[in-house]
Structures are given as C-alpha cells and as structure tokens.
C-alpha cells in the first residue's frame, strides 16, 4: 500500500510503499476513503520544538470501510463504515481517566488516515450510520474537537459567546455553540474570507479584527461576551481573547499555538477571568457526533472546499502552508 510518511525535521512529506497491514485479534483494517489535512499536521512537520518526529505516519482525520477483521473482534463486520478516534488508550493513566484519549501517554497512536489502509483498534472504531458519507465520516474529528471545547466549558444557554478565528475548529465550536444553547454569538476573523461560513455555521454577526472591534463585538452581542474560543493559535490571540471576555468570563484556548504567547496576568486578573487550555476528545465526543451529525442545523460538509489524491498530499501541504483560500482540504483514496 502507499503511506504518507514524514521523515522529520521539516524534510517534505513523503509517499512510500509499505505492506498492507494484518489486524491483531481486537483489530479491524480498513481501506481508508476520505482524510482530512489539519492544521496540526502543517505546524507539526516543520522541524520545530512541537514535532512529529521522523518516520511519523500522518492522518487523524479518516474515515473507510472494515476489510478485514481479527479473530477476536465481534460487533463489528466487513463493509461497514469506520470513522477513527485517532489516539490509542490505556485506560488506567491519568489522562484516560479524565475520559481523553489525547492525554494518554501509554497507548499507540491510530494516525493512520493518510494511507491505503489502515489498521485500526475496535476500541477506537466508530460504526457510521449508512445516512452519513465517508466525508461525514472524515469530519467527526474535528468537530469531536470543537465539540470537546464547548462541552468542557460549561455553556450555559443563553450565554454570549465570542469565537476568535474562521478555520475548521473556530467554525465548528459555532456549529456547537449553537447548538448546545448559546445566545447571541459573533465570529471575529483578520479576513472576511469565510465571513458566509461563519454565518452557516450558527453565528449571528461577524467581526474583523482591527481598531473598532471591541465596541463593534459588545454592539452585536449586547454585552460582552461569558465565553470566549480562541481558534486561531497564533501569538496574541489569548491577549485578544481576554481583552473581549466580560467580568468573570471565560476563555477557553482551542488554538494548540505552538509557540509562547505571551499575556498581560492584570489585564486577565482584573477581570477574575477564568483561562482553559483544551486540546482532544472523549469517546462519548466521537458516538454522539456519528449519531447526531445529521440532525444539525447545518451541513459540517460546508467547509470542505477540495479534494486530493494521495500522492498530491505533499504539495498540497506545502501549498497551504502559504496564502491560499482553502477551509477543509480532504484527501481521496
């Protein structure tokens, strides 16, 4: 089979043949149809502190069909179709006992999606309904990110709600803001590019960041906003985020920036702001997702704007890394 392969230190993807898996007795294979390019692996393959690190298999947001099962697997059966939580757990650390399987430091990782096929756990396979696509399938990822986000803080219906940014996790934490009860909530991007996504999505009024959008933020919403999702994961962003929340507001930081962003403690202390750092899912995220995807009151399939072969992975990537109008770039297989 063809795998996607980093070799590290910001070296560019590579597409290498490898065999085809064979599952253990509590595995299934999949042929791999859809996987999704995350922000993660475009800032995680440049030869930085936060890094893959070399011979890295890349792809955490797939989905496919079952071909073939081991020898202990039951409930499962060939042909069905399989979105993957991406991450292995142990289920005795103290990261899976908070239910995330991203903070599990034992168990192997499942990211596997940029590859012919891929062997995958029973203990991360989740079964699609046959209403939901393969590019459904592919989206339960990230919005089981967004969806972690808001659950994780505590929105209240009603509340007022501010998402900082307008890639793939900023519109999808307004997918479930809505969703999940917000109020009013206003979207606030440095580009009116995806301006109409951001509506689609749930939002009621979009702002561009510059020297008026604070007033223009408290006109919209009328307040400031209880929460505040920082999305956008680059330098300044949390000071922005802080500078909008209300007294005793929240903000909760989606973005996964990895480089130091520095904040002003008083600005945050003087108004009893509460900071979260979030980053994975739980399980429950992913069966929820796959059971209620298609009951929204938007189509998750709105943000995805192209598709490419495998074997166009690494230019792709490299193409992304620069200015570009892509939302959600899927790869086909």
């Given at each position: 089979?063809k795998a996607a392969i980093y070799p590290g230190q910001g070296q560019p993807i590579t597409i290498e043949d490898l065999p085809d898996p064979e599952p253990g007795p509590t595995d299934v294979v999949i042929k791999v149809h859809r996987c999704g390019i995350c922000g993660t692996d ?206 005793y507001g929240t903000v909760v930081s989606l973005g996964f920036c990895t480089h130091p962003d520095p904040v002003m403690p008083a600005m945050g202390s003087y108004k009893c702001v509460t900071l979260q750092f979030l980053v994975g899912y739980t399980m429950r995220d992913f069966l ?46």
């Amino acid at each position: 089979m063809k795998a996607a392969i980093y070799p590290g230190q910001g070296q560019p993807i590579t597409i290498e043949d490898l065999p085809d898996p064979e599952p253990g007795p509590t595995d299934v294979v999949i042929k791999v149809h859809r996987c999704g390019i995350c922000g993660t692996d475009l800032s995680m393959t440049k030869g930085e502190m936060w890094d893959y690190g070399p011979g890295s298999k890349l792809g955490h947001e797939y989905a496919g069909e079952i071909v073939a099962l081991g020898n202990e697997v039951e409930g499962y059966k060939l042909g069905e179709k399989i979105a993957v939580l991406p991450s292995g757990a142990c289920g005795h650390c103290e990261g899976c006992k908070g239910g995330n399987h991203i903070l599990c430091r034992n168990a192997a990782s499942a990211m596997h999606g940029f590859a012919d096929y891929a062997l995958v756990p029973t203990n991360v396979a989740v079964k699609l309904p046959d209403v939901l696509s393969m590019a459904d399938g592919a989206l339960v990822e990230p919005l089981a990110v967004s969806l972690y986000g808001v659950r994780q803080s505590r929105i209240q219906p009603g509340d007022k709600v501010l998402v900082l940014g307008g890639g793939t996790v900023a519109l999808y934490a307004i997918y479930w803001a809505r969703r999940l009860g917000a109020g009013k909530i206003v979207a606030a991007s440095r580009s009116d590019r995806r301006k109409d996504l951001c509506l689609e999505m749930g939002a009621d009024a979009f702002v561009k960041f510059g020297d008026n959008e604070l007033g223009e933020v408290i006109e919209a919403l009328g307040g400031s906003p209880d929460i505040v999702y920082e999305c956008v994961g680059v330098e300044g962003m949390l000071s922005k985020a802080i500078m909008h929340a209300k007294l005793y507001g929240t903000v909760v930081s989606l973005g996964f920036c990895t480089h130091p962003d520095p904040v002003m403690p008083a600005m945050g202390s003087y108004k009893c702001v509460t900071l979260q750092f979030l980053v994975g899912y739980t399980m429950r995220d992913f069966l929820y997702i796959a059971d209620q995807m298609d009951k929204g009151h938007a189509d998750p399939k709105a943000i995805i704007t192209s598709e490419v072969p495998l074997l166009d992975l690494p230019a792709t990537m490299e193409r992304l890394r620069g200015p570009n109008e892509e939302t959600k770039v899927h790869v086909r297989l």
